[in-house]
């Protein structure tokens, strides 16, 4: 049996390096795929989900479009003869182009240059190459909206959502848009442009106002570019109750143009510590227990993208403060305080009542 493709690993592509004038003297070489079997099962382990490499689409071309190998990677021969010559291998779990449910896609591309009498070894990092979406569609949505529905769309095509769909529906990257279906009439809401790698999940609710805005926030992670936005159907960005609950808490850009709101709960990632006036530390180990950062992206590296959070004395220093708790880096929490223009010369959060660490 075949060795397993990698996903979603950071590891080097053992490549033989393209010559600068691709001159090439003639004669056969060959291409081999090599993949790390325990590397695979690690991985494997913790997504769950990884499909069986050997069902993976291996396409083999050379550098006028001419297909060397296409076919399963687990029915390619361990060594692909070839003329010298540059090539691109790619390798893809499935065949995806329109919109559909529960359907991930993996692959990776390379380009290497094979040369007479030599084996080019080849390493595929695989990723994830399509986008997905999950709503979550409160029952108040059917009594405001009875005969609506809601689709999600794109170029290559549309799915309706329905009221008890639980799963990613996922798309090609590039833009998608909710719309809302209602008497006839097509209301898109909101469009998102998602990457490659982008899970975002839109948390629906529905407002006792007849004004539509969108009131949004933000979250993502590093290893899939989860995403997390609330969405009032509906609703008004003025809204008063927006602020006042962990459920209508601001995102982190949402909380730089409210400040000098006091009582009011914010969430975002914390990504780092130890601030001074000029930088934000976003890696292990921290010194300081009096302060952190959040940020709409747990992968924030520059201090422009975050909110300062001041961790004065009790409760919130003893659970939040990245000095005792380095695990905490990446969770999301939820703070209710004051909201000012300048903590360490960014916007930030002070004064902390209350906080939940998820």
């Not at 995403?227 to 459920?247: H, V």
């Not at 905490?328 to 004051?338: A, E, F, P, Q």
């Amino acid at each position: 049996m075949k060795n397993k493709l990698i996903l979603c690993a950071v590891l080097p592509a053992l490549l033989l390096a393209p010559s600068c004038d691709k001159v090439f003297s003639g004669g056969d070489g060959y291409i081999e795929t090599a993949f790390l079997e325990d590397v695979y099962m690690r991985t494997r382990a913790v997504s769950g989900n990884l499909p069986d490499t050997n069902s993976f689409i291996l396409d083999v071309r050379d550098a006028k479009g001419n297909t060397v190998y296409s076919g399963a990677y687990g029915s390619a021969p361990k060594s692909i003869l070839t003329s010298e010559g540059s090539y691109t291998v790619c390798a893809k779990s499935r065949e995806f182009s329109s919109p559909e449910f529960d359907a991930p896609q993996y692959g990776d591309s390379q380009i290497v240059d094979v040369r007479a009498n030599e084996t080019t070894l080849v390493t595929l990092l695989c990723h994830q190459l399509n986008a997905g979406i999950m709503l979550k569609i409160p029952s108040s949505f059917l009594t405001a909206y009875p005969s609506g529905s809601l689709h999600l769309r794109s170029s290559n095509g549309k799915l309706l959502y329905g009221y008890s769909e639980k799963r990613f529906a996922y798309f090609p990257p590039g833009p998608v848009s909710l719309v809302l279906s209602d008497s006839g009439t097509d209301t898109p809401l909101l469009t998102r442009n998602l990457a490659e790698r982008d899970m975002l999940t839109l948390n629906l609710s529905v407002s006792k106002s007849s004004q539509n805005s969108s009131g949004i926030s933000i979250g993502i992670d590093t290893t899939l570019n989860r995403s997390s936005e609330n969405f009032t159907i509906g609703g008004s960005s003025g809204s008063a109750d927006k602020g006042e609950g962990m459920d209508t808490a601001f995102g982190v850009g949402e909380a730089k143009a409210h400040v000098g709101e006091k009582d009011v709960w914010v969430y975002g990632y914390i990504v780092g510590g130890d601030m001074t006036s000029s930088k934000v530390s976003f890696t292990k180990p921290f010194t300081s227990r009096t302060n952190m950062a959040i940020a709409a992206k747990s992968s924030a590296k520059d201090r422009s993208e975050c909110l300062g959070v001041q961790l004065a004395k009790g409760d919130a220093r003893d659970a939040l403060n990245l000095v005792d708790h380095p695990s905490n880096l990446g969770r999301t929490v939820y703070l209710k305080g004051t909201i000012v223009s300048s903590y360490y010369g960014i916007p930030g959060i002070q004064d902390i009542t209350e906080f939940v660490l998820q």
